[in-house]
C-alpha cells in the first residue's frame, strides 16, 4: 500500500445496504441425500449422455458463445407455446433476469413489490439495485390476500410486481383469478415466475400479449438443467428489447446452449421425469399426512413445505441422519418451525421419511 493512497475499508467504502445483507446461503452436502434445492433428482438416459459427451467434445469452446443463442432460443419456442408475436430473453438462470428487470427500473424510489412468504432474491436483489422493496403478506393458508396486495399495488405503484406461480417456499399456486386482478391493476411491469411449471397445473403463458405489462419468466432449473444456469423470460419484444441493452453479451456459455438444445429435442425424456417427480410428490404428501404431528401444505411444485413442532431440531436430526432439507425456522414470522424438503427419487424419498420420523421420534 502505497503512502498516497491511505487504506480505505468495506466498511467505507461499500454501501451499507449492501454490508447489512447475508450472502445468499448454500450449505454443504457432500454425501448427503440432497433434497434442499428443487433440483431434479434423476440422470438422463445413457444414450443421451453419451450423446452430449460427443458433442461437448466437439464444441468450440475456444470461441465466445453466439451472442444471440438463435438455435437456443428457436428450440425454447419450439417447446414452449408461446402466442403469436412473443419473444424470449436468456439468462445464466432466471436468478439473472430478476436482476435485469430490477436494473433496468431501479429509478431512484422507484418500488419492487412482492408477496410474503416468497422467493428470497426479489427482495436481495431489489437491495443490489438500490429499489425499495414492499413485501404484502400473504395469507394465513399461504393463498394472496388479494384486497392488501391491491390496496398496496394504489399506495405503492410499484415498478415492477413479482409473482411467484407456483409459489416458492409454500408451494403452491396463487388464484389465477386474484393475479389477474393484479395484472390489471398495476401501474407497472407483473412478472409472473414459472420457476416451477413443470410440476404445476397452470401457466399464464398464454395470457402474454392480453396484457401490455405481463412478462412470464421460468428456469430450466428444476427439469433437470440446474447445473447449466438457464432461464428465461417471455413477452413483448418492446419490454425484452430494452432488457436486452442490460444483458452482459455472453450471458449464456457455448456448453450451456449446446447441452440445453440437446435436452430440449429430447424434452419428452424431461417432462416424463417431471412426470414422475409429480407422482412421487403425491406419495411424499400421504406420507407425511399420514404423520402425526405434521402439517404439510399442498404443493403444484416439486417441494413440499411442512411444520412440524421443533422444527430445527428435527432438522438437525434429519441431518445427521444423513438428508440435507431446508430449515425455514427462523426466517420469515408466517415460516416458523417450517422446513421444505425438495421431492427426489423414490428411494431418496423413502429414506426421508424414515429420518423424519426418527426425528421427531428422538425429540418426544
Ligand atoms: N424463481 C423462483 C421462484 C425460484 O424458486 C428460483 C430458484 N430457487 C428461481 C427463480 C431461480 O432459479 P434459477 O436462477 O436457477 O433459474
Known amino acids: 500500500m502505497s503512502a498516497a493512497s491511505p487504506a480505505v475499508t468495506p466498511n467505507q467504502l461499500i454501501r451499507k445496504e449492501i454490508q447489512a445483507l447475508h450472502a445468499y446461503h448454500v450449505p454443504p452436502s457432500a454425501d448427503m ?77 422507484a418500488v419492487l413489490l412482492s408477496v410474503e412468504p416468497s422467493f428470497v432474491m426479489y427482495k436481495m436483489i431489489a437491495t443490489f439495485v438500490g429499489m425499495r422493496y ?21 399506495r405503492e405503484r410499484p415498478a415492477i410486481v413479482f409473482l411467484a406461480y407456483p409459489n416458492n417456499p409454500t408451494g403452491n399456486l396463487f388464484d ?39 412478462l412470464v419468466m421460468r428456469t430450466y432449473s428444476k427439469l433437470g438443467m440446474a447445473g447449466l444456469r438457464l432461464g428465461f423470460i417471455a413477452g413483448d419484444k418492446t419490454w425484452l428489447e430494452q432488457l436486452d441493452k442490460l444483458r452482459l453479451p455472453y450471458n449464456v456459455g457455448v456448453l450451456p446452449q449446446l447441452v440445453a438444445s440437446t435436452l430440449l429435442a429430447h424434452h419428452d425424456v424431461l417432462l416424463a421425469q417431471a412426470e414422475s417427480i409429480r407422482s412421487e410428490r403425491t406419495k411424499m404428501m400421504a406420507a407425511l399426512n399420514a404423520m402425526a404431528g405434521v402439517q404439510a401444505y399442498p404443493s403444484e411444485a416439486n417441494f413440499i413445505l411442512f411444520r412440524v413442532a421443533k422444527a430445527t431440531q428435527v432438522f438437525e436430526g434429519l441431518k445427521q441422519r444423513g438428508v440435507l432439507i431446508k430449515n425455514l425456522n427462523g426466517g420469515h414470522p408466517a415460516l416458523t418451525d417450517c422446513l421444505r424438503v425438495t421431492v427426489g427419487t423414490q428411494d431418496e424419498d423413502a429414506r426421508f421419511i424414515t429420518a423424519l420420523q426418527d426425528s421427531i421420534n428422538q425429540l418426544a
Open 33 to 109: 441425500i440432497k433434497l434442499d434445492a428443487m433440483e431434479n433428482p434423476h440422470l438422463l438416459p445413457q444414450a443421451l449422455r453419451d450423446e452430449i459427451a460427443r458433442q461437448v467434445a466437439n464444441a468450440a469452446i475456444n470461441r465466445y458463445p453466439d451472442a444471440g443463442a438463435h438455435q437456443l432460443k428457436q428450440d425454447i419456442r419450439k417447446v414452449t407455446q408461446l402466442p403469436e408475436g412473443m419473444d424470449v430473453l436468456l439468462g445464466n438462470g432466471s436468478d439473472e433476469i430478476i436482476q435485469l428487470l430490477a436494473m433496468a427500473v431501479a429509478k431512484p424510489g
Open 134 to 154: 414492499v413485501g404484502v403478506p400473504l395469507a394465513e393458508d399461504f393463498s394472496l390476500d388479494l384486497d392488501a396486495t391491491l390496496a398496496a399495488i394504489e
Open 176 to 214: 389465477a383469478e386474484a393475479v389477474r386482478r393484479i395484472i390489471e391493476a398495476a401501474p407497472g411491469l407483473v412478472v409472473v415466475d414459472e420457476a416451477y411449471y413443470a410440476f404445476a397445473s397452470d401457466s399464464f403463458i398464454p395470457q402474454l400479449g392480453k396484457y401490455d405489462n405481463l
